[in-house]
C-alpha cells in the first residue's frame, strides 16, 4: 500500500470548513484513498473512500485531484465533536491480510 | 446501526496471567481483525481472520498471541502471558469483504493494563 503524507495538527474555528490534506505520491491505480477518524482513543470510526472520483456522504467530502497524488477530506461544518486524530489511508486490492496501515495522522482541533 | 461490541472495556492483569479480550463483529461481516495501540502511538495491526484461519499477521503477533473464533458471533484474543509492554488499547474490526472498498467497522476497544 502506498505510504501518506499527512500535516501533524490543524486548527479549525467551529461552523467552518475544515480542510484536511494528505499525499499519497506514490499510490496505484487500484488503490483506494480511506480516510478514518479517531476521537480521544475512542476505536477508530469510518468517514468516507474513495479511487478517481469525488466521493460525498453525510460526514464528509473527499476531493481527488486528477492525477491522483493528493487528495483532501472536507467536513463542511465542523463542530467541536469533530475534535479528533484523522487519519489518510491508502489501500489496495492486493493487499493480503486487508488491513489498514496506520501513520500518524492530523490532529484536528475544532475551536469555538 | 449495527457495531462492533468489545468486552470488557477494562482489563487489569498481573504480568504473566492469561487474558482473553473478546469482540462480537457485525453479524454479517466475514473478516475480522485485531489492532493495538499504545498509549500516545500509532493504531498498529496484530491479526486478521478469514474462513476460521489467520489470513496475515504482524510481526507484534508472536506465539503468544491466538485468535479464535469459538462459536458464530464471537472472535477472541488470547495472550497468553502478559508482559507490561502488552498494556494498550485493544480493537476489534470488522469488514463484510476483502478488497480495496470495504469500509472497517471497529469496537471501541479494551484498555488491558497489566501490572
Known amino acids: 500500500d502506498a505510504k501518506t503524507t499527512q500535516p501533524p495538527s490543524m486548527d479549525c474555528a467551529e461552523g467552518r470548513a475544515a480542510n484536511l490534506p494528505c499525499n499519497h505520491s506514490?499510490?496505484?491505480?487500484?488503490?483506494?484513498v480511506y480516510w478514518y477518524r479517531q476521537i480521544h482513543s475512542q476505536g477508530p470510526q469510518y468517514i468516507i473512500h474513495?479511487?478517481?472520483n469525488n466521493e460525498t456522504n453525510e460526514m464528509a467530502s473527499l476531493i481527488i485531484t486528477e492525477d491522483r497524488k493528493s487528495s483532501t477530506l472536507i467536513l463542511p461544518h465542523a463542530t467541536l465533536r469533530d475534535t479528533a486524530v484523522y487519519y489518510c489511508?491508502?489501500?489496495?486490492?492486493?493487499?493480503?491480510?486487508?488491513?489498514?496501515?496506520f501513520g500518524g495522522g492530523t490532529r484536528l482541533m475544532v475551536k469555538p | 446501526e449495527p457495531e462492533v461490541t468489545q468486552t470488557p472495556s477494562h482489563q487489569v492483569t498481573q504480568m504473566g496471567q492469561e487474558v482473553i479480550l473478546r469482540c462480537v463483529p457485525i453479524?454479517?461481516?466475514?473478516?475480522f481483525y485485531w489492532y493495538r495501540q499504545i498509549l500516545g502511538q500509532k493504531v498498529e495491526f496484530l491479526v486478521s481472520?478469514?474462513?476460521?484461519?489467520?489470513?496475515?499477521k504482524s510481526e507484534i503477533f508472536d506465539d503468544q498471541f491466538s485468535v479464535e473464533r469459538p462459536d458464530g458471533s464471537n472472535f477472541t484474543l488470547k495472550i497468553r502471558s502478559t508482559k507490561l509492554e502488552d498494556s494498550a488499547m485493544y480493537f476489534c474490526?470488522?469488514?463484510?469483504?476483502?478488497?480495496?472498498?470495504?469500509?472497517?467497522?471497529f469496537g471501541q476497544g479494551t484498555r488491558l493494563t497489566v501490572v
Open positions: 474490526a470488522s469488514t463484510r469483504i476483502a478488497g480495496g472498498s470495504t469500509e472497517a467497522f
Open positions: 506514490t499510490i496505484s491505480g487500484n488503490e483506494y
Open positions: 474513495g479511487l478517481k
Open positions: 489511508i491508502v489501500r489496495g486490492p492486493n493487499n493480503a491480510g486487508n488491513m489498514l496501515t
Open positions: 453479524s454479517n461481516h466475514l473478516y
Open positions: 481472520f478469514y474462513n476460521n484461519e489467520i489470513s496475515e
